[in-house]
């Protein structure tokens, strides 16, 4: 039984039922200019009528131009200002707090309770806008106006005049009208276009409170633009950059040079930061930037405190009098924006970095001191003294951002530094990163080294760096220049080469200290600020806290070979006793997490110069690799086949798989293992990013059908979300690293770009050898033939390319040289330069592959010392075209051309199958003949015409020769086929018997086929490179097992002399490579 004066549920049910039958209640503006003002109507059991209110208010009024989306309340009105209308009375007495959702919400009588007469009913003008804005120029004062409802919306030339303009301005602090003109014409372009006139009186407050006719063409010509007086803007005029200059005010219209007799350092940083041009470096003596145009605005420069604007930055005093020489203001700005230290000193604080319009501070977990010093040299602050601060400045709100950047620490920028944000966990206020810089009065640095502490010397004398040239520059002066830096102790000191002198003012000159001075100001000096041209005594150091490790000749950041930088010079590790607790310390002192595989037999390519380390011997704690135990630097008995890399755990690929190279799921590397991303609030534009990473055009989007497949391994990520700013997907935001990240698989993303790569061509491949360190793929290369998979084979030696003699070439050594260069299977091995004579030398002959080699410089092979072949023997391959997948998770292929078909036939055999078949029906006639000549002579005892069986016995000899010659194209058992037998049992005559001069030895199985990158320390290159493909074969740097062989055999191969080093010499120490400098004195 229902309560008394309540309603029983099933009624409530009945109520409902019939109010949802019946539709929703809808709200309506009538009888205004537009959508956004009238007479208020509702829409009640599928009828319009009006609301009646004597007491109708603005809250009321807010409350209709929220439901409606139409920005703010302008006005409310009552007694029938939009007109009459018609129909019931739904609402009587409205009474809204203003945070009401919709109209009918707020406190009101009931329903159509009473029947007002509609000369009461009630009006709103609502904005129709939420905000207004200029933009287009320098400043927010001047510029192209657009107004907000849901989105940006231009306003047309022709619906605002000059009274609208001066409403404008004063509506953005932007002082009187200067101008309103037709902006750039709008075209074709697809902009939306306010659809109201503006009729303002000039004295209204707000754009929104002018009164408005509404026009029902679409159609504009121009946008408008307006032009303010009280602020025009400023700009860097005459400098070098657009971040140094001449400062120039924007008053009235009028561009002028600024005449500040205040300007100092504090009010132009406020100018270089406002201008998003990082911080104020210097002001430049003189009349560094000219004297402008002749107009000259006088006043004082000044911010107000926290100004987010450069409007907020204000000029007094305005007027044009002359402007004393000197008084002009000029600055020189970093030119790095996004970056600085809060709650602390100028140079020290929490680490705060900007996206967008938004600074937040950045996660300690992957700050490092390198990346500090780069944002200590950003704001003039000297080098990173400290990053372990403790709880010290970490107080603040604001967002946490998770980018961690791997910085060399020589970048001029912190933005310069490869940028990783993808995967990385989030932390709290109190993890936020920060820094102890050593501040404004370091007046020393080292320029153009591998590291801060290395590099030419250059002094801040009067707000300038300057040159210090020294006649007599030793390393007690060197030691002095480290002590002040604290980079530890001098380890050379030397005079610049002529390519690496520096330019400009001299600020010392003669520097002669005693050694244990503290600063080198302290030294014996002079000064001069001018030298003569051609002077060559710019001096470098080199410091003991110079040394550091990267990883060179992968594709990404945290795989490659093990470099080590040591007095100046880099050198790499030799292999002896290589395991993953050596591997695991590289990995940490990168900030590349944990060591996947410790790689033997230059897997990442041979280096060159020095070989520092031998017998590394860590035990996985050591916070750097030169505190392992080895051997002393320099001292090994190794050579660069024996260069040690490593796969750490944070090394990142990126691959779309079982569709084409830009269609397919897509899949990341991770932790040494491939999975699958989840597609859980991922956007179109996430979409794009993947594909812009993957150079695969500029659009894409995200698949639904899942005609991909399912994938089988970790599901690595999830909530992953791009911006427009970012073009590589390593910079978006997402869920840390999870490898259950996915509930189902029909989460996984399937993506189709609109693009699709470029196929790599020959020449590629040719630009690398011109650099110290490229892959074995980038030695080998196929010319004269189609897509870089078919043509004459030639590989790079001794600083030259040159050709392979057809000697023993066959099918094996095809097929090794068609999977190198990712060209699936070999076709056809060709001799006789079946694509033309190559020029150059001649470097192999009689290689001896067996099929399953990686590279070509596994195979064992011969150098061509004499005169055995010429180049009309270059030999030649016709590759398939098509690299067969495997089942394998972990691998992926290089870049291949598109597949030519496996029933392709190249002109030459077709020429053998012709010629084979003229053959045939030569010896068929042949025989025939002699069957009939003995059919005739049956029975006779006559012996036999001695002349025709010398004319067969001449053919079947003729016939085995060439059956002989062409083994190459054969895999039967023939007479080369037993040599290989022989050679690689160890029984080949050649090899073993007396006249043998050379052992040969095959190299190692697991060979570089990837693209040349150079990881220093922790940072990436610029660009990724298009190493991922679609297929699961080859992969750089990803594990695989290889058997090591390194020293049981000695020979012979393309990448090592014909002359066996003695043992002697392979266990001394190397003499210092040269580096190009005029070395003085070395400890």
């Known amino acids: 039984m229902a309560t008394k004066g309540h309603l029983s549920v099933p009624v409530l049910w009945l109520i409902l039922c019939i109010q949802v039958s019946l539709g929703a209640d809808e709200l309506r503006l009538t009888n205004g200019t537009g959508p956004c003002s009238g007479r208020v109507e509702i829409k009640h059991e599928e009828q319009w009528g009006t609301v009646c209110d004597g007491d109708w208010t603005m809250k009321d009024a807010e409350v209709v131009c929220k439901q409606l989306q139409c920005g703010y309340a302008v006005q409310a009105f009552n007694d029938a200002y939009f007109g009459q209308g018609s129909g019931p009375t739904w609402l009587y007495r409205v009474l809204c707090r203003g945070n009401e959702s919709a109209l009918w919400n707020c406190s009101h ?9 509609h000369a009461f009913d009630t009006g709103v003008i609502c904005s129709g806008f939420t905000e207004l804005r200029l933009t287009g120029r320098d400043t927010a004062c001047s510029g192209h106006l657009k107004v907000k409802r849901e989105t940006w919306v231009t306003v047309c030339f022709s619906h605002i005049d000059f009274k609208t ?3 404008i301005c004063n509506e953005l602090e932007c002082g009187e009208a200067v101008d309103i003109s037709r902006g750039a014409p709008l075209g074709d372009k697809a902009e939306l276009i306010w659809q109201e006139k503006f009729h303002c009186l000039g004295n209204e407050t707000h754009l929104a409170h002018c009164s408005r006719t509404l026009l029902h063409s679409k159609t504009c010509s121009h946008d408008a633009t307006v032009v303010c007086s009280g602020y025009g803007g400023y700009r860097l005029a005459n400098g070098s ?13 009028t561009w002028g040079t600024l005449c500040d007799y205040l300007w100092d350092l504090p009010a132009a940083n406020d100018l270089c930061q406002q201008l998003d041009c990082g911080v104020a470096l210097q002001i430049p003596d003189g009349q560094s930037f000219g004297k402008g145009n002749g107009s000259v605005w006088n006043g004082t420069f000044s911010c107000k405190k926290n100004a987010s604007h450069l409007r907020d930055c204000s000029v007094s005093v305005l007027g044009r009098d002359e402007c004393p020489a000197g008084k002009d203001a000029r600055v020189v700005c970093s030119g790095c924006p996004g970056g600085r230290l809060v709650n602390g000193t100028t140079c020290s ?5 900007r996206h967008g319009d938004t600074w937040g501070s950045l996660c300690r977990s992957h700050w490092t001191l390198k990346a500090a010093n780069v944002l200590c040299h950003q704001l003039n602050c000297g080098y990173a003294k400290s990053i372990q601060t403790g709880d010290d400045f970490v107080d603040g709100d604001g967002p946490l951002w998770r980018d961690a950047f791997h910085c060399d620490g020589t970048e001029s920028c912190l933005w310069d530094c490869a940028q990783v944000t993808l995967g990385n966990p989030s932390c709290s206020a109190r993890e936020a990163a920060t ?26 004398l009067h707000g300038t760096w300057s040159r210090v040239l020294d006649d007599d520059w030793d390393v007690k002066d060197a030691h002095v220049v480290c002590r002040q830096l604290e ?19 001299v600020g010392l000159r003669s520097v002669q200290c005693a050694g244990n001075e503290t600063q080198l100001m302290l030294c014996k000096t002079s000064h001069s600020h001018t030298v003569p041209s051609g002077v060559a005594e710019d001096v470098g150091v080199v410091c003991s806290g110079s040394r550091q490790i990267r990883l060179v000749n992968a594709t990404k950041r945290c795989a490659g070979r093990v470099e080590l930088y040591h007095d100046g010079t880099w050198g790499t590790i030799c292999d002896d006793n290589w395991d993953l607790s050596d591997a695991n310390v590289v990995c940490k002192q990168l900030g590349c997490g944990h060591a996947i595989n410790a790689f033997d037999s230059a897997h990442y390519g041979e280096g060159s110069g020095q070989i520092w380390l031998d017998d590394v011997n860590c035990t996985g704690a050591e916070s750097d690799l030169w505190a392992c135990p080895a051997r002393a630097l320099g001292h090994h008995n190794c050579q660069h086949k024996e260069d040690a890399g490593v796969l750490c755990s944070e090394f990142l690929a990126l691959r779309l798989v079982n569709g084409n190279d830009c269609t397919g799921r897509l899949e990341v590397f991770y932790n040494g293992t491939w999975g699958s991303i989840c597609s859980n609030r991922m956007s179109q534009l996430t979409a794009v990013t993947v594909c812009k990473h993957l150079n695969c055009g500029d659009g894409g989007e995200i698949a639904r059908d899942f005609e991909y497949g399912r994938g089988s391994g970790p599901t690595w990520l999830d909530h992953i979300e791009c911006t427009e700013q970012q073009s590589s997907l390593w910079q978006c935001q997402s869920d840390p690293w999870n490898a259950q990240s996915c509930d189902n698989r029909a989460e996984e993303t399937h993506i189709s770009c609109t693009g699709r790569k470029e196929a790599t061509s020959p020449a590629t491949f040719a630009e690398c050898p011109n650099s110290t360190s490229c892959s074995d793929r980038e030695k080998l290369r196929l010319i004269g033939g189609e897509y870089g998979c078919s043509g004459r084979v030639e590989i790079w030696q001794q600083g030259s390319w040159g050709t392979v003699c057809d000697d023993s070439w066959d099918l094996a050594d095809a097929n090794v040289v068609c999977r190198q260069l990712g060209c699936g299977s070999a076709l056809s091995a060709l001799s006789e330069a079946a694509f033309g004579e190559g020029t150059g030398p001649i470097w192999l002959e009689k290689v001896h592959c067996k099929g399953t080699e990686l590279s070509l410089w596994d195979c064992p092979a011969k150098p061509l010392f004499g005169k055995n072949c010429d180049h009309k023997e270059d030999a030649a391959v016709e590759c398939s075209g098509v690299t067969e997948t495997t089942a394998s998770p972990t691998r992926a292929d290089p870049p291949r051309r598109p597949a030519t078909g496996s029933t392709r036939l190249s002109t030459p055999i077709i020429l053998c199958i012709v010629l084979g078949a003229l053959l045939c029906l030569v010896l068929a006639i042949l025989a025939g003949q002699i069957q009939r000549a003995r059919a005739q002579q049956k029975g006779s005892r006559l012996s036999y015409d001695p002349f025709s069986e010398a004319v067969y016995e001449e053919i079947d000899y003729n016939v085995k020769k060439e059956k002989q010659g062409i083994t190459g194209l054969s895999d039967s058992y023939s007479e080369s086929s037993k040599t290989k037998a022989q050679f690689y049992s160890g029984d080949s005559d050649e090899a073993n018997g007396p006249g043998a001069t050379q052992e040969v030895s095959p190299l190692p199985e697991n060979a570089l086929l990837e693209d040349s990158y150079d990881d220093a320390t922790e940072a990436p290159g610029p660009k990724d490179a298009p190493f991922l493909e679609q297929n699961d074969q080859e992969v750089i740097g990803i594990p695989e097992e290889s058997d090591r062989n390194k020293d049981s055999q000695t020979g012979w191969s393309p990448t090592v002399s014909g002359n066996r080093t003695s043992a002697a010499d392979r266990h001394s120490s190397p003499a210092l490579e040269d580096t190009g400098y005029d070395d003085i004195e070395e400890l």
Not at 241 to 253: D, K, M
């Open 349 to 353: 604080g929490r680490v705060e970095i």
């Open 109 to 117: 009588d009931g329903w159509g309770v009473f029947s007002c007469p």
């Open 165 to 167: 303009a001066s409403v």
């Open 241 to 253: 950059t657009s971040c140094s200059g001449r400062v120039e005010l924007l008053h009235g219209g």
């Open 435 to 460: 820094v102890i810089c050593s501040g404004l009065a370091e007046s020393l640095r080292l320029s153009g080294g591998e590291s801060r502490c290395d590099g030419r010397v250059e002094i801040l």
């Open 487 to 505: 980079c530890g102790i001098a380890k050379k000191a030397y005079y610049l080469p002529r390519s690496k002198r520096g330019i400009g003012v």
